[in-house]
């Protein structure tokens, strides 16, 4: 590859990396939302993090594992528990590797 079209594709990457993000902070920067509209975005994180997650807890080399030696998965409940009542994102570290920890020493 020549310098030129290593420069116009890191342009581009650029581009398709910031247009997505700047387009909505300008076009809403002087408008107010609905709250039911500010309430729903609030999930938007939870919904990518969950999507992120679900599969590496299931998903093995040999398919679906929702088996009861499935210690990611079971260490995902009280995990997810504590992150809820708690909101702490270290307690809900902390809680998830002790019970991949105790999960593998059982």
Do not use: H
């Not at 890191?10 to 247009?19: D, F, P």
């Not at 998903?59 to 260490?75: C, H, M, Q, Y």
């Amino acid at each position: 590859m020549d310098q030129q079209t290593i420069f116009l594709t890191l342009l581009g990457m650029m581009a398709v990396t910031y247009l997505p993000r700047a387009l909505p902070v300008l076009a809403l920067a002087r408008r107010s939302l609905p709250e039911a509209v500010i309430r729903w975005l609030g999930f938007i994180p939870v919904a990518v993090l969950s999507a992120m997650l679900l599969p590496s807890l299931i998903v093995t080399e040999k398919g679906l594992d929702f088996s009861a030696r499935n210690i990611f998965l079971w260490a995902a409940i009280p995990t997810f528990l504590v992150c809820w009542k708690t909101r702490s994102f270290v307690g809900a570290i902390v809680t998830g590797m002790g019970c991949v920890a105790l999960g593998r020493l059982l």
